[in-house]
């Protein structure tokens, strides 16, 4: 769980460009791969999937940018999937939704995970609107670097990213050969095995291919035969083909499949409080494919992207057999150019996001949203830049939406100042964290919703001199019909929208010093979410949603050595809803450890995760007394519930140069 010490610093700010071509992305590995050791190296960075290929100190909208170092990290951590990554972000909360089968979504300055759009090189592979286990499904290994768009930015992506946009962008291959292996082991009865090959085919062509094996037995921490951490087998495979013409031309394809057996709920022989055995099961297979091209036009630089993506489910709640599948298909056409201090872009979108049950018809439904978008930097003096972007969605259910962004940078000497505002929307599903985790088969059929809007604005302060490095960001957003669960029987609920505003406000705070491979990082996130009491008059805490949030890490590493790591985590008090044994939850605290060492080609590594083992159920049972109206049988996870986890093993590297 070691910190993205350097990520958050090398967060400047890039408005992200859903037009990243492989020629831009492969333009030089080592400016966007390799560790910033030196100032001039941080000040080379450009973030892949920027709009204007600007410096990434020189855009208007700030972005977390996690770059392959500090990925590497997190897959000594955790290598089935991308949750380790995102959750040491600031500002970032992975969120547990289903206890049973461990989903989990990300929330992005205390809004929804629903609100978040999840992205694979700039494209919708995990769908428009990916569910919480899309989030660990996705395997690490073969991502260059991770960008994290904060607040709405409904301007550039539509009706998915009210929230943010998080975007995993794919290694480039290398101008030589390389392979990498990694084998992971856990206290926990778990196993990782990933494996990731790269090598240029010609002049023009490269290739990679990635593949993985995980899987994780059944555990029942606290022996109430109930499954704390869920039981799952999973195999991954990722082709990618990059081509560069020499006039400046590319073109990047991607194809992945991946099929997951999971299961939770309760253990053979036990039962649930009311003498029945509760069986919780998901069976996933997703294909997806995508394309990125741009081709030089004279002045301009045309652009074109695609992609398709298929996910069936097979899901058990109880006796409650629902089979599904969600679909999803973009294309997207643009112009982009720039003439001295202005750069410019402008394009139509079209996506198309559909979901069918078998056994519950009610629900299907297809939402088609053609859009039409455009951005504008404006430098207006050396250390003055100003950017405005907007879009205009025609949603087959929900109107036309109008989503616009204003940004502004300033940098008087060793300062960063950044300004940023913007408004958003969300075209409502059935799939809200509870229904998610209990099913359909007591939601109501869906009436007549509105959208879900929000405002958000963000002022950030950068500072950096020698080796400390400070940032201070202050963020507000504004939601109106934010949807909900109302209860309507002790088995029947129904989705409806808030009648006030949900209002969040909050800091984030990073400090930083970094000397001879040393490097000790603080930071502390204060977040202030409130929305209407749906019990009594008045305003309540938003639930799971701590106010006060902190971390510690120091880190002493040697390339081609090693590294070792320590940190501590705390995490403050946070409201509870319906929730038999309290109504609000105590703060806990985290360690962690993690040690490397490099001999010859092989890194042997060892990481402890939780080494106190702080555990929800040490304070009250995860089961409820009484199944919920929704259906869950679980109390909603406001702290860990495996506890401490061992895991260590060995990766192999060939080629690439070394």
Known sequence: ????????????????????????????????????????????????????????????????????????????????????????TGGLR????????????????????????????????????????????????????????????????????????INLVSRRPKAEPEAEVLLNVTSRDGQDATAYAATPLSESWRASLTGGYHRQTRQDRDGDGWA???GYRRWTVRPRLFWEGADGASAFVTAGAMTERRSGGTLPGRTVPDGTAFRQEQDTDRFDAGLVAQAPLGDVTAHLRAAGMTQRHHHFYGQTHEDDRHTTLFAEASLSGKAGGTSWVGGAAWQRDS?????????????EVPGLFGQVEQEVTPDLTLAGSARVDFHNRYGTQFSPRLSL????????????????????????EEIEAAGLS??????????????????????????????????????????????????????????????????ETLLRYRQDGFTVTGSYVFVDATEPDPDRPGRRQVPLTPKHTAGLVAMWEEHDKGRLGLEVYYTGGQ?????????????????????????GKARLFLNAENVFGKRQTQYDPLLRRTRAPDGRWTVDVWAPTEGFVLNGGVRLKFGGGD
């Open 355 to 367: 979901f069918r049950s078998q056994t519950f018809g009610a629900f299907d439904y297809a939402y």
């Open 228 to 230: 704390d951490m869920p």
């Open 1 to 88: 769980m070691l910190t993205n010490t350097r990520a958050l610093l090398l967060a400047g700010a890039v408005l992200f460009n859903p037009h990243v071509s492989a020629a831009q992305t492969a333009a030089d590995d080592t400016q966007t791969s390799a560790p910033a050791e030196t100032e001039e190296t941080e000040d080379d960075i450009i973030v892949q999937a920027t709009r204007s290929g600007r410096r990434v100190q020189d855009e208007p909208v700030r972005v977390e940018v996690i770059d392959r170092e500090e990925i590497e990290e997190k897959i000594l951590m955790r290598p089935g999937n991308v949750a380790m990554i995102l959750s040491e």
């Open 94 to 165: 992975v969120q547990v939704t289903s206890p049973a089968l461990g989903a989990a979504n990300v929330r992005v300055q205390g809004m929804d995970g629903r609100f978040t759009q999840l992205l694979a090189d700039g494209l919708p592979l995990y769908g428009g609107q990916a569910s919480s286990l899309g989030l660990l499904q996705v395997p690490p290994t073969d991502l260059g670097q991770v960008e994290v768009i904060k607040g709405a930015a409904s301007a550039l992506y539509g009706p998915s990213a009210l929230g943010g946009v």
């Open 575 to 599: 409201l509870l809803e319906d929730n038999p044994y309290r109504t609000r939850s105590p703060g806990y605290v985290e360690v962690g450890l993690l040690g490397e060492i490099a001999v």
């Open 442 to 507: 007591r939601l109501e059929p869906l009436g007549d919703l509105k959208a879900e809007t929000a405002r958000t604005a963000s002022m950030d302060f950068g500072y950096r001199s020698g080796p400390i490095e400070a940032n201070l960001t202050l963020f507000a957003s504004n939601m109106r019909n934010s949807t909900r669960l109302e209860t309507i029987a002790t088995d029947r609920v129904r989705l409806v929208n808030a009648p006030d505003e949900t209002r969040i406000r909050g800091a």
């Open 409 to 432: 940078l300033y940098r008087p000497g060793p300062w960063t100042i950044r300004l940023s505002g913007g408004r958003g929307f969300y075209a409502p599903t059935p799939f809200v």
